[in-house]
């Protein structure tokens, strides 16, 4: 069993940055180190939707609405994945799930306000 637990939302200026964690915990299974690493978001009455993926190595699978603002990044000796978040948008607010093989986190909100 695998626990994904999200953190770093809050509530930021449009232009603003941050850094979303999801540690992982628990009995891995051995797709686990190489599947890709996902993270979505879903804002209040809309569908989820893809933000970013990774596998392991260096690329990646960005929504078009966040390439060049968005960049995931995976620790995997540490079982930390991130979402690093820059120039955010009104359009951002939501919440967002952390994903891998399967296995979900409850997410954290993001709110991007003036």
């Known amino acids: 069993q695998v626990t994904l637990v999200e953190s770093g939302g809050g509530v930021v200026q449009p232009g603003g940055s941050l850094t979303l964690s999801c540690e992982a915990s628990?009995?891995?299974?051995?797709?686990?180190?190489?599947?890709?690493v996902n993270w979505e978001r879903q804002a209040s009455g809309k569908g989820r939707e893809l933000v970013a993926s990774r596998r392991v190595g260096p690329r990646t699978n960005d929504a078009d609405f966040v390439k060049g603002r968005f960049t995931i990044s995976r620790d995997d000796d540490k079982k930390m994945f991130y979402l690093q978040m820059d120039n955010l948008e009104l359009e951002d607010t939501g919440i967002y799930y952390c994903?891998?093989?399967?296995?979900w986190g409850q997410g954290t909100q993001v709110t991007v306000s003036a």
């Open positions: 628990g009995t891995f299974p051995a797709a686990f180190k190489i599947d890709a």
């Open positions: 994903s891998e093989a399967g296995y």
